[in-house]
């Protein structure tokens, strides 16, 4: 039995019948079939889950494939296949240095590429469904693997298909559009705008926002650090919530609103908990909200899944009294409930 505390960014959870590494298509497909009707879990870096202390009662699949094939043209840009297995920002880094623009607001995002479609990763006013033209999966009903195009992807916020259809889809590569370039599109979020001291719509060098980016993120814990236990979290807990109109009306002028297309109103998951009564550094056991940032659940060095998933519902819990929406993870939780 392996601990699977050791390959997730919280540090904690329990022992796994069985886990397979693989780093190639081949072996993930083999690895899968090998497993037959026994529980699987896919794993990538590990870092936006929350695994029971009990562990896993079946076989966990580790995805490490690296691989970048790039197809460029002077006028519709490059292409890029990354696998699944690629360490997400060490794509990003990659692809601006190799001359490319788009992915640049994404910076730090921790996890791999083959999460960031599952999850619509976002950041800073993008998505990475805005950049992303193929996701090639295994279909483990039909044993087969099946190609989706964007559209097919079904994106939305911190949404997609494959996330609507846990355990079906296994994604093995995805396929990037990028533009050739040296500058953002228009920076569109204020922080970040404010962050480069230029003004909303102005373009940058994207280089100077990617390191922007990266500092935003680290001042708000969400930057992995081996040597700092206040950053040992998954990121950001809960989702941003969406709600009616007449909901958001109902909370404090304050209260942090995006209004989006369909009528319906973003709000923001940070402000609700840090006015719910929650605050930076509570404690449960050795989980801990980070210093930081209130959506960050940490680990402080002595955690247990348990201490987490107490330390979660009991945000969750004060948001519902204090303003009567519902908090949802944006962690995948695996043996245990919040």
């Excluded at 699977?4 to 960014?9: A, C, E, G, N, V």
């Excluded at 929350?50 to 494939?65: K, M, Q, R, W, Y």
């Excluded at 941003?240 to 995006?258: E, F, G, R, T």
């Amino acid at each position: 039995m392996s601990d699977l505390s050791h390959y997730t960014s919280l540090r904690v959870g329990g022992p796994a019948t069985k886990i397979i590494e693989v780093s190639s298509e081949s072996e993930i497909i083999a690895a899968i079939e090998s497993a037959a009707d026994s529980p699987i879990f896919i794993m990538g870096g590990g870092t936006n889950v929350l695994i029971a202390d009990s562990g896993f009662d079946g076989t966990v699949i580790h995805i490490a494939n690296n691989s970048v094939e790039a197809e460029i043209d002077a006028c519709s840009g490059a292409t890029l296949t990354i696998g699944a297995g690629e360490n997400w920002d060490t794509l990003v880094e990659i692809s601006i240095a190799r001359g490319f623009a788009g992915l640049e607001t994404l910076s730090g995002i921790p996890g791999t590429v083959g999460a960031a479609p599952i999850q619509n990763i976002g950041a800073y006013g993008h998505e990475v469904s805005e950049l992303i033209t193929r996701v090639r999966t295994y279909d483990r009903m039909t044993k087969a693997v099946k190609t989706f195009t964007n559209a097919e992807c079904e994106f939305s916020y911190r949404n997609s298909y494959f996330k609507s259809h846990p355990g079906r889809y296994v994604v093995l590569s995805v396929a990037f559009q990028l533009r050739i370039g040296e500058s953002t599109a228009p920076i569109t979020y204020l922080e970040l705008a404010k962050k480069l001291g230029i003004e909303i719509g102005d373009k940058t060098s994207v280089i100077k926002c990617r390191a922007a980016v990266l500092e935003l993120r680290a001042s708000k814990g969400m930057l992995l650090s081996a040597d700092d236990p206040d950053s040992w979290s998954a990121g950001s807990f809960f989702t941003n919530p969406i709600i009616s109109q007449q909901s958001a009306d109902a909370l404090p002028n304050a209260a942090p609103k995006w209004p989006l297309t369909d009528g319906r109103v973003k709000v923001s998951a940070a402000w609700l908990i840090e006015n719910s009564g929650i605050h930076k550094g509570d404690e449960i056991g050795g989980a801990r909200i980070s210093s930081k940032h209130v959506l960050a659940l940490t680990n402080s060095g002595s955690a247990t899944a348990s201490d987490i998933a107490a330390l979660a519902k009991r945000a969750r819990d004060h948001v519902q009294e204090s303003f009567g929406i519902t908090l949802v993870a944006e962690v995948n939780l695996i043996g245990l409930e919040i």
